[in-house]
């Protein structure tokens, strides 16, 4: 679970969104600090700019002074309770003496920069100070400093404390400069010593740059922050398990006895829980629950408490185990395309088993007065007989009688707000019904009236899971404040849990063939009312009723009063780029829309080409990430004069330093470098073309370098160049091409596995990947493509085999019976856009109308029509990569039998592609 995607999930209901814009659509403004609300001096600049409100002096001319573009830069920290006090301090220190700053303008933003899974590079920055030199660095310290002697605030990683107060200092770029890093991306910059740029790390530890100097009266504080060590501790770490916001969680060796124990650690004012705790309150709180259970059994034993520079430690037992959530993998049984009956009735048998035992360990702290409060499949540790269960991570529980609200929780389990104390539990415990057979119980942040359509879904694909026991799921989870618990007979608030009963359970102890029937009746009446709510919903094999749903799904979600992105979609379209491209941004939502037939959106070309007149700063160049693929899509609709002016820009930057995938580098540019000489027939863009292809074939000779895991697949692997030679080879006919293209294929190759089902995926060393982004089976459409011209290459028949038993182990990982998201890049829609395109063995219509009736598990609605969930599923996405448009173009490619819908360069096979689509 990447954890940054449950901050942009703030802001809005329906998609993802900047956390700045809290207060969009509310009556009421999200507050800000009183100095926000000062008046900014007349000879004053302000801007708001993502989360800081910026002040620069002007100068004589009324324009922003332009001050150097990198140096020593001073932050301050901040508490919620201090910050306007320090953010005024910070102005009337600054203002007079026109040296620029910039703040964070309220204190629900300060909360957020400090949560447990915010960004640790940036934890703890409330305010930045840009001195001139080294000389006024000094002064503001010393001055500024004794200002705010005294004042609190969290550690900031990435910089120098300035003794013990606020104040911290790092070295790095003040304007906004970018270059293209060793990893090929496009990242913020500062310039060396010999006037070159370079990468400005980031990373939450102190740096000073190999060419930088460490002022003479810095050199103190750094030998003082080097002055804390563990090595007089009675523990010998050994591994960082976690690190988050608030601290790490490591294992050790009590190196009296040795005992095996885990770490906890706590800083001060950082990691903040939605009560505003930090973490060593929330640490706090786990020490006093896990005292309060101690002897049952279910949870670790605290051993140790203390502290050591200024951060808090809580030392308990190790758990044997693996968290619940890493037996999917191996032991669910509908990771295959055919699972046998048997597989099935024995997973449902062990599944039903452990969440008796996990209900029961839950039921063991009711008992002692202690909710769990975070209860979800990474926090159930089982045993290695892989049966019992303990309960690990009390960060969150709080006392019964408190009645208190979630405050600390996992979106797939994540109870509605009026669930308090044991009810959360309860809630949790039923999601868990559902999550144990399909882990996408993360829509309910979406839909909680979701969970009937799964329950049948699950009643269907596993057979001998009692009806009672899904129906009393859906009720508690779609229950409305004030109504009855499921199973009991109670108001809500009550005592008591509801077992998970066994298979074949037709009933429990004490209760009477009435109340029985009364309860199965609620429960019945709730599956079938929000039955009725999602059949009003088009499937998505009712082509082309289902396009036209999506379309107006995603029109209607578009913002072109904004200049941030145009469609809502995955977070990255907040990072760069301003949500213009292929992957995220708006030219991909444009081409799903194009490729498929739907009526041109005018308003929608218009926003992006006003938006690239000129692209914003640091926007990358690439196919799928940046520009490459905007100028792309804007010839696939018409405007190849503004496509060539982006394509100038590109090859005015150091396009040849960039990556050698797909997503973000030479196999994409070069692939609508030639696509576009051959539209345009300039030369110059045919060269580039041949020089990309050039440098491509030259990086696969060389050898590859030691690393214990490479990227593999389309996007970022060498599946990617494979592509692009391959096309490449298909212009020019130069046998080392299409020689070049097999050795990156096979190069791929290696990084797979067969799994037990003998699904081909990508092996990342800690999972394996059968998708079409990362895994798999966009390698899988490569293989295709290269097979085409197995002929030309002179291939011995053992060669061929090798690739044709890849792409038979291709379309097994593509016919998985379960997906756990919907999306083109990493989920079911990249199967059927596969499928639909194959022409492998085993590929035929049934296996390809299974996954388009598996993706309706995902459907969910936006204003009455067809819309997806995105990455992570805790909101709606329009975007190609992860959302609806994505789901639109798997489904054009295999519904319309006359479309052609396809991926840039990966036309259907043996189909003559549309004029102007990208061959």
Not at 100 to 109: A, C, D, E, Q, S
Not at 575 to 604: F, K, Q
Not at 766 to 779: F, I, N
Request: charged share 25%; with cysteine; glycine share 12%.
């Amino acid at each position: 679970m990447d954890k940054r995607y449950e901050v942009y999930a703030l802001a809005d209901g329906h998609f993802y969104d900047t956390p700045d814009r809290l207060a969009a659509g509310r009556a009421q403004a999200a507050p800000l600090f009183e100095t926000a609300r000062r008046a900014v001096p007349d000879d004053w600049a302000a801007a708001r700019i993502g989360d800081w409100l910026t002040l620069t002096p002007n100068g004589p001319d009324g324009a922003p002074l332009a001050g150097p573009a990198q140096g020593w830069k001073i932050h301050a920290s901040a508490t919620r309770a201090n910050a306007d006090e320090i953010a005024a301090i910070v102005w009337d220190y600054c203002v007079p003496r026109r040296i620029p700053f910039k703040f964070v303008p309220g204190p629900h933003l300060l909360h957020l920069r400090n949560t447990k899974y915010a960004a640790r590079d940036g934890s703890g920055k409330f305010v930045t100070v840009y001195p001139a030199d080294e000389e006024q660095l000094h002064t503001v310290l010393c001055e500024l400093g004794d200002l705010l002697k005294g004042y609190e605030g969290p550690y900031i990683l990435t910089d120098l404390r300035w003794y013990d107060g606020p104040l911290y200092v790092r070295y790095g770029a003040f304007a906004r400069m970018f270059v293209v890093d060793e990893r090929g991306s496009l990242v913020p910059a500062v310039r060396d010593g010999a006037d070159r740029l370079v990468p400005d790390r980031r990373a939450p530890s102190f740096q000073v740059p190999e060419w930088v100097k460490l002022p003479a009266f810095l050199e103190p504080h750094l030998a003082a922050r080097n002055t804390t060590t563990v090595g007089e501790l009675p523990y010998r770490i050994e591994k960082a398990l976690h690190f988050s916001n608030g601290g790490g969680v490591y294992a050790g060796t009590d190196t009296r006895d040795g005992r095996k124990v885990v770490l906890k650690e706590g800083r001060p004012h950082a990691g903040l829980a939605a009560d505003g705790a930090d973490a060593i309150t929330r640490l706090e709180r786990e020490k006093a629950a896990l005292e309060r259970v101690a002897g049952t059994g279910v949870v670790p034993e605290v051993r140790d408490w203390f502290e050591l520079g200024g951060h808090r430690f809580l030392v308990m037992d190790f758990v044997e185990g693996r968290p619940l959530n890493s037996f999917f993998a191996e032991r669910h049984p509908l990771l295959t395309p055919d699972p046998d009956p048997a597989d099935v009735a024995s997973y449902t048998a062990w599944a039903l088993r452990i969440l008796r035992a996990v209900e029961e360990a839950v039921e063991a702290l009711h008992a002692r007065g202690i909710v769990f409060n975070d209860l979800h499949v990474f926090n159930i540790m089982v045993a290695p007989d892989g049966e019992s269960v303990r309960l690990i991570d009390f960060e969150a529980a709080a006392p019964v009688a408190e009645q208190g609200r979630q405050v600390v929780a996992h979106p797939g389990f994540f109870a509605p707000p009026d669930r308090r104390g044991v009810d959360v539990d309860r809630y949790a415990l039923a999601c868990l019904r559902l999550a144990l057979f399909l882990p996408v119980t993360t829509l309910f942040v979406v839909d909680r009236d979701k969970a009937a359509h799964l329950a049948e879904v699950v009643a269907e694909q596993f057979p001998d899971v009692p009806r009672r026991f899904l129906e009393e799921a859906v009720a508690e989870i779609t229950r409305t404040p004030g109504a009855g618990r499921p199973g009991t007979g109670q108001a809500a608030g009550g005592s008591g849990t509801s077992g998970a009963g066994e298979a074949g359970d037709e009933g429990r102890p004490g209760r009477s063939e009435a109340e029985e029937a009364a309860e199965a009746g609620r429960a019945g009446a709730v599956v079938g009312a929000a039955r009725l709510v999602g059949a009003s919903l088009v499937s998505p094999g009712d082509w082309p009723f289902s396009r036209d749903s999506m379309v107006k799904a995603i029109l209607a979600s578009a913002t072109p009063e904004r200049d941030d992105r145009l469609f809502p979609g995955d977070i990255a379209q907040f990072s760069d780029g301003g949500g213009l491209g292929l992957a995220h941004g708006a030219a991909g939502v444009l081409y799903a829309l194009a490729e498929t037939g739907a009526e041109r959106y005018d308003e929608g070309e218009r926003w992006l080409l006003e938006h690239t007149e000129p692209p914003p700063p640091g926007t990358p160049l690439g196919l799928y990430d940046g520009l490459a693929g905007v100028a792309l899509v804007l010839d696939r609709l018409g405007h190849r004069g503004r496509a060539l002016d982006l394509v100038d820009g590109i090859l005015a930057e150091k396009w040849q330093k960039l990556s050698s995938d797909l997503h973000g580098g030479l196999a994409g540019l070069g692939l609508v470098l030639g696509h576009l000489a051959e539209t345009t027939g300039e030369a110059e863009l045919r060269e580039r073309a041949a020089e990309a292809a050039g440098l491509l074939v030259r990086r696969l000779a060389e050898p590859l370098p030691d690393a214990p895991r490479r990227r593999a697949g389309l996007l970022r692997g060498a599946g990617g160049p494979a592509l692009f030679l391959l096309r490449q080879y298909g212009r020019t006919g130069e046998p080392e091409l299409l020689a070049a293209a097999a050795g990156a294929l096979r190069r791929d190759l290696e990084c797979c596995v067969i799994q037990k089902g003998g699904s081909l995926e990508v092996d990342e060393g800690w999972r394996t990947l059968p998708y079409l982004g990362d895994g798999s089976v966009g390698l899988g459409m490569v293989l295709d493509d290269y097979l085409a011209h197995a002929d030309d290459a002179g291939h011995t028949p053992d060669a061929v085999a090798e690739f044709e038993r890849a792409r038979a182990g291709v379309v097994t990982a593509a016919t998985s019976r379960f997906y756990a998201q919907p999306g083109l890049f990493q989920g079911r829609a990249g199967m059927i856009l596969h499928l639909a395109r194959t022409s492998a063995p085993g590929a035929g219509a049934d296996r390809l109308a299974e996954q388009i009736a598996g993706l309706g598990w995902f459907a969910m609605a936006y204003q009455g029509q067809l819309a997806f969930p995105g990455h992570q599923m805790m909101r709606l996405s329009m975007d190609l990569g992860t959302g609806t448009a994505g789901c639109l173009l798997a489904l054009g490619a295999a519904l319309d039998a006359g479309s052609t819908a396809h991926l840039p360069f990966l036309p259907p096979l043996g189909r003559p592609t549309q004029r102007g689509s990208a061959t």
